[in-house]
Antibody, heavy 121, light 112 residues
Framework: QVQLLESGPGPLKPSETLSLTCTVSGVSIDGGTNYWTWIRQRPGQGLEWIGYIFNAGSAHYNPTLKSRATMSGDTSKGRLSLTLTSVTAADTAVYFC?????????????WGQGTLVTVSS | IVMTQSPDSLAVSLGERATINCKSSQTVTQSSSRLTNLTWYQQRPGQPPKLLIYWASTRQSGVPDRFVGRGSGSDFTLTISSVQVEDVAVYFCQQYFTTPWTFGQGTRVDIK
């Protein structure tokens, strides 16, 4: 059974770079047709799709992030990474990583618990 | 694609029916296959979202059959036929017809 665990930094200041890790167990991140998605949830608000990475290689991003986001995967360590540059208070959110169903890349069937990222001056 | 849910919240008595509506700003049904790219998630307090329904009406393994998803095109519903205490949560619809995948704002379900 796949399990995902996000980890991230302590509080960030505006303009800094956010780096998050998602450790995956129970399945290889580049095995089969694996789409790994990052999603965030601002405090008390809804869900926002950040993007997905396919088999730890090709990535597709939400245009609203204006090229600030980069996703990658380290298959040897079973880890996914998300980097977000030039953060502002609007990037304060709980960040989730999730695995999509193999037959429907947009359907997130397994989620991590999420990690809270706070951006404040 | 903008996803709009209604109502924002509802309270129902235990055992009663709850219905949540979701509308997309354009169709999310594939013209070739007639598959509908619409999911429903449940998010309990302090928890990540949990997949309930995909392809608009297919229940994820392990999801109780009191959760029923319906609809096609741009209008959808999630019905909880007999609300239980453990169903208290926020429910989100999401389209995966085209990127960026987008979510509704959520509907909170409470017990009256």
């Amino acid at each position: 059974q796949v399990q995902l665990l996000e980890s991230g930094p302590g509080p960030l200041k505006p303009s800094e770079t956010l780096s998050l890790t998602c450790t995956v167990s129970g399945v290889s991140i580049d095995g089969g047709t694996n789409y790994w998605t990052w999603i965030r949830q601002r405090p008390g608000q809804g869900l926002e799709w950040i993007g997905y990475i396919f088999n730890a290689g090709s990535a597709h991003y939400n245009p609203t992030l204006k090229s600030r986001a980069t996703m990658s995967g380290d298959t040897s360590k079973g880890r996914l990474s998300l980097t977000l540059t030039s953060v502002t208070a609007a990037d304060t959110a709980v960040y989730f990583c999730a695995r999509s169903k193999s037959e429907a890349r947009g359907v997130m069937e397994a989620w991590g618990q999420g990690t809270l990222v706070t951006v404040s001056s | 694609i903008v996803m709009t849910q209604s109502p924002d919240s509802l309270a129902v008595s235990l055992g009663e029916r709850a219905t949540i509506n979701c509308k997309s700003s354009q169709t999310v049904t594939q013209s070739s296959s007639r598959l509908t790219n619409l999911t429903w998630y449940q998010q309990r307090p302090g928890q990540p979202p949990k997949l309930l329904i995909y392809w608009a009406s297919t229940r994820q393994s392990g999801v109780p059959d009191r959760f029923v998803g319906r609809g096609s095109g741009s209008d959808f519903t999630l019905t909880i036929s007999s609300v239980q205490v453990e169903d208290v949560a926020v429910y989100f619809c999401q389209q995966y017809f085209t990127t960026p995948w987008t979510f509704g704002q959520g509907t909170r379900v409470d017990i009256k």
